[in-house]
């Protein structure tokens, strides 16, 4: 197996200084001794134990930070953002340690067993991520009414008729399109679509044996089910796992919370087919992670307690507010009188303002956002097939 390029990791970086710092300061015998005992079947056991330090501080500094946001922060298409960034992160970080420690995976069945479980939730994951992705493209289609509204309203000239008729119509539609959303567990549209379409019979072979539907997600599947589903027996690591695997058992835990967390996170801001909040976070609290991890779980959980959001297609601020506003307006414009007067025209002008507002918010971020979640998809069957090289070392 070719090493995947880390360099940008920073824990890829630390280990590497570590070793640099070793070696410069080791005389020419210690120093060739050192690098032989860095060879894949002499790894230091010093070394081995502070990079997985260091993985586990970088995992809780990430969700430190997601955690630390306002509660107008939370939710918001931003934070969405930041939340993929960290997962990519902390994905990139694992691959070091699996490839650093890839001889001493081979020789514990413990070890492939527990990576093996590991893979298997990223699988479903992937589901999870046409999913969202779909839900992504159904965020856009509202957003293009929303233009519609904007456009009709929020020109200089004077405000006719017309242009209300056209606004009304098209609020009209929105209003229908994130009704349905809400009532609705069956499919959007464009839910044959997946990120490996065009490219599904070139990779067939090197996935194929992906026992899930991670290609196209069918009309019975359920978001709140494959949820579930990575979080079954997901288990923190006994002390005969960790010593069986040379403390691999814990970076590997560590990386099924945080696909657990950021799959549900996800599935609980962006419309996707039958969502549903209701899973088992079980994190002992020693973890350095643990604490910000439940709290933003617990924060995520109230918000979708409240009364304005209890029915929500999705916990994104932004879809909030499109609704809130777009609600604002069509009581307007269902109450204005012709001629308009001056006042009420201001009162139009003003509201068409903040729809604006939250229309180039959106427009803005969602196809980095969608770009993201592509990224996210690719980087977990990249990690499948990497981990699979790893264990056949």
């Keep these: ?176 399109a994130m009704l349905d959303e809400k009532d609705s567990s069956t499919t959007i549209g464009h839910r044959n679509r997946s990120f490996g379409r065009n490219n599904a ?20 599947w359920s978001a709140a089910k494959q949820i579930q589903a990575i979080g079954n027996n997901l288990n923190a690591p006994r002390g005969n796992e960790i010593a069986a695997t040379n403390g691999l058992a814990v970076p590997i835990f560590t990386m099924g919370v945080v696909l657990l967390f950021v799959m549900w996170a996800l599935v609980a801001a962006i419309p ?7 899973v088992h976070f079980s994190v002992p609290r020693q973890f350095l992670w643990a604490a910000p991890i439940i709290s933003l779980h617990d924060r995520i959980i109230e918000e979708s307690k409240k009364r304005e959001r209890k029915n929500a297609c999705g916990l994104m601020r932004e879809i909030y507010q499109i609704e809130k506003y777009s609600r604002v307006m069509s009581e307007m414009v269902d109450s204005v009188n012709f001629p308009l007067m001056e006042e009420k025209e201001g009162e139009v002008r003003q509201r068409v303002q903040e729809l604006g507002q939250v229309s180039e918010v959106v427009n803005e971020g969602l196809d980095p956002l969608e770009r993201q979640v592509r990224e996210v998809f690719h980087r977990i069957v990249r990690s499948r097939t990497e981990g699979g090289s790893c264990s056949s070392t």
């Design 201 to 220: 019979s070139r990779d067939h072979r090197s996935i194929g044996h992906f026992r899930s539907l991670s290609w196209s997600v069918s009309r019975s």
């Design 272 to 278: 996707c087919q039958d969502r549903g909040l209701q």
């Design 1 to 176: 197996m070719h090493a995947p390029d880390y360099q940008g990791s920073h824990i890829g970086r630390s280990i590497l200084s570590l070793r640099r710092d070793q070696a410069a300061s080791a005389s020419a015998s210690t120093a060739a001794a050192a690098a032989h005992s860095m060879e894949p079947h002499h790894r230091d056991a010093s070394t081995q134990e502070l990079e997985l330090e260091v993985f586990q501080r970088q995992v809780a500094d990430r969700f430190l930070e997601l955690s630390s946001a306002s509660a107008d922060d939370l939710l918001s298409l931003a934070w969405v953002q930041k939340l993929l960034d960290a997962f990519l992160c902390c994905q990139e970080d694992f691959g070091v340690i699996l490839f650093n420690n890839r001889v001493n995976v081979a020789r514990s069945p413990a070890a492939e067993r527990l990576l093996a479980e590991f893979y298997e939730r990223s699988v479903k994951a992937l589901d999870v991520c046409n999913a969202i992705r779909d839900g992504i493209e159904q965020i856009r289609q509202w957003q293009k009414l929303l233009e519609i509204v904007i456009c009709a309203l929020g020109n200089r000239r004077s405000l006719g008729e017309g242009q209300f008729r056209r606004a009304k119509k098209a609020l009209i539609d929105l209003a229908i």
